[in-house]
């Protein structure tokens, strides 16, 4: 069974900052695009940064030169660091795993990203 796990959440205030992990269990990771997605209490879920398989990047406008995603092929892993922190970034914060070639959707638990003073 693929696994699919985020780390790295907390509480954090306003202006700081965090690094999100991922770690997965995929073989052929080198073959997913990976997206981190977050869903804030009465939201729906929305998609923060994503990935491709080749490393081009896209950010949601109200992240742009904060956030910044990256991955690392041999440790099957995706990263998000998140700088100057706002309020509005309190949200669970999912990985996401599609792979390129198919219809494999792979999906963590989620991480608590809490912003506050």
């Known amino acids: 069974q693929v696994q699919v796990v985020e780390s790295g959440g907390g509480l954090v205030q306003p202006g700081g900052s965090l690094r999100l992990s991922c770690a997965t269990s995929?073989?052929?990771?080198?073959?997913?695009?990976m997206g981190w997605h977050r869903q804030a209490p009465g939201k729906q879920r929305e998609l923060v940064a994503r990935?491709?398989?080749?490393?081009?990047?896209n950010y949601a406008d109200s992240v742009k030169g904060r956030f910044t995603i990256s991955r690392n092929n041999t440790e099957n892993t995706v990263y998000l660091q998140m700088n100057s922190l706002k309020p509005e970034d309190t949200a669970v914060y999912y990985c996401?795993?599609?792979?390129?070639?198919?219809?494999?959707?792979?999906w963590g638990h989620g991480t608590q990203v809490t912003v506050s003073s």
């Open positions: 996401n795993a599609v792979f390129k070639f198919g219809s494999a959707d792979y």
């Open positions: 995929l073989m052929t990771f080198s073959l997913y695009h």
């Open positions: 990935i491709t398989s080749t490393g081009s990047t």
